[in-house]
């Protein structure tokens, strides 16, 4: 048929344009010969065709037990697993995996210490997750237990003790569409800085660039493509890119803000979702399975707007049934905000309830404590749960006005030779140095949780302006 095609037309020039090993094959004496060699030759490029194969990747992060969708309508654990789902419906290539933090932000798993946030996780299980420093909010013996109830591997390469054990295992291999995918987990190495030392016990995370080589080079022989599941810093995704070429894909976790854009370095990709399952992340990639690596990929965040996207009933039915418990507890009025009131001004206001309720003069409360918004509206104990689900305490402190930590005195007249009296949260006054700049402040030992002091000072102002 090539040769056919050679001899039609123009000869000359379709010789001239034709490549010289078909000029080669041409210039053969037998047809037969030709065909023959012909057949070898795309028979020997159709498997490298077949070695790009296609994966898709989807990914959550940080859902924090937020079962219902919040108050401006969005996620809710319901909605997610029916968009999770219509986006695996007829994907044989799809892995979902989820970013860490699933517990601690709303009544059901402070209440109940986490728990029911698996057990309904798991009607939607990930085929892999990783952790995350709030599933040790409660201990990291109930951390374990956490392991025990997920029905999907929990990995993390980098939490260990002192003698190098590590808490879980460090990876999982999953088979997707002929790609055998290495998935290995990594915390941030400020775990220990993220909680208090009673909860973290002996745990501390490891470096994550050493930790994800180390594993990456272990697994290469019995993968295709290795995936870096991460509930890791930003700094710690760039350093990713930068030293572990090995690691070709970047699930990450931890910060609530999600990417506009995946993080790009020769094909390999860092993407990140918003927190509190309002949006579903979708990584499309083409796999080159012979060299193990991204040969292209696309990504996309999808919104989960529960007022477009109907909730699963199986997940709906187990999460109602979860807020009944917790309902007569916090679903209480106590106020009324005149507009909603969030991040700063929040911050602000916790403060100023804790001057008020303690009966000291300076507050402070730590910005990543502040996790939700009051709506504007009718306030519920709820709302209240839900910015401050942790159980910390207010504790108090004397101290010289020239030892005031900057972020206390924030722009404040300050008398240096005076006395003042300081509220913190528990957690702030355990983590002085990352939180304060200081580590000599000497607070009490105790003191009355911090959510109840926000609702009764609530209950006493009755609106918030």
């Known amino acids: 048929m090539i040769a056919r095609l050679a001899a039609g037309g123009k000869k000359e020039l379709a010789a001239n344009v034709q490549p010289t090993w078909l000029r080669r094959i041409n210039d053969l004496p037998s047809r037969n010969l030709r065909f023959l060699c ?21 990914h959550t992060n940080d859902l924090h037990a937020r079962l219902l969708p919040d108050g401006r309508r969005q996620g809710g654990f319901a909605h997610l697993a029916a968009a999770i789902r219509r986006e695996q419906a007829g994907c044989g290539h799809c892995l979902l995996l989820d970013g860490g933090d699933l517990v601690q932000g709303t009544p059901v798993s402070t209440l109940y210490r986490g728990l029911p ?20 909010d409660y201990g990291w013996r109930r951390a374990r237990e956490f392991l025990r109830v997920a029905k999907f591997p ?54 994550v660039v050493e930790a994800a080589r180390r594993y990456a080079a272990e697994v290469r022989e019995r993968s295709d493509l290795v995936v870096l599941l991460g509930h890791i810093a930003p700094e710690e995704e760039d350093r990713l890119l930068a030293e572990a070429p090995e690691v070709a894909v970047i699930i990450s976790g931890h910060l609530h803000r999600g990417l506009e854009e995946p993080k790009a370095r020769e094909k390999r990709v860092v993407v990140r979702v918003r927190a509190y399952g309002v949006e579903l992340g979708r990584l499309d990639l083409k796999v080159d399975v012979a060299n ?48 909603e009131i969030a991040g700063r001004d929040l911050k602000l206001l916790m403060e100023q309830a804790m001057i008020e309720q303690s009966g000291v003069e300076l507050a402070y409360m730590n910005q990543g404590g502040v996790r939700d918004f009051l709506p ?39 008398d240096p030779e005076r006395d003042y009296t300081l509220a913190v949260n528990n957690y702030v006054a355990a983590n002085q140095v990352t939180e304060l700049g200081t580590s000599n402040l000497q607070f009490s030992r105790s003191g009355p949780l911090q959510r109840d002091q926000l609702i009764a000072w609530i209950r006493k102002k009755r609106v918030l302006e």
């Open 376 to 414: 504007k509206g009718p306030l519920l104990a709820r709302h209240v749960w839900n910015v401050m689900p942790f159980d910390n305490t207010v504790v108090v402190a004397k101290v010289r006005g020239r030892d005031l930590p900057k972020a206390v005195v924030d722009g404040r007249p300050i």
């Open 154 to 207: 929990i990995v993390s390469a980098n939490v260990q003790d002192e003698n190098g054990r590590l808490f879980t295992q460090p990876y999982v291999v999953r088979p997707v569409n002929g790609v055998r995918v290495a998935v290995i987990g990594a915390m941030l190495e400020q775990f220990r800085a993220m909680s208090i030392p009673e909860l973290v016990g002996p745990w501390r995370a490891a470096p």
């Open 38 to 58: 012909l057949a070898l030759l795309w028979a020997g490029l159709a498997p490298l065709a077949s070695q790009v194969r296609d994966l898709t990747i989807l």
């Open 117 to 136: 946030v698996f057990e309904v996780r798991n009607l939607f299980r990930p085929d892999v997750a990783t952790l995350g420093n709030h599933e040790f």
């Open 292 to 339: 193990k690596a991204v040969a292209s990929s696309s990504w996309n965040r999808i919104p989960i707007d529960s007022t477009l996207t109907p909730a699963a009933p199986d997940v709906a039915r187990a999460v109602a049934r979860w807020e009944a418990k917790v309902a007569r507890q916090v679903d209480l009025p106590i106020g009324e905000a005149r507009r």
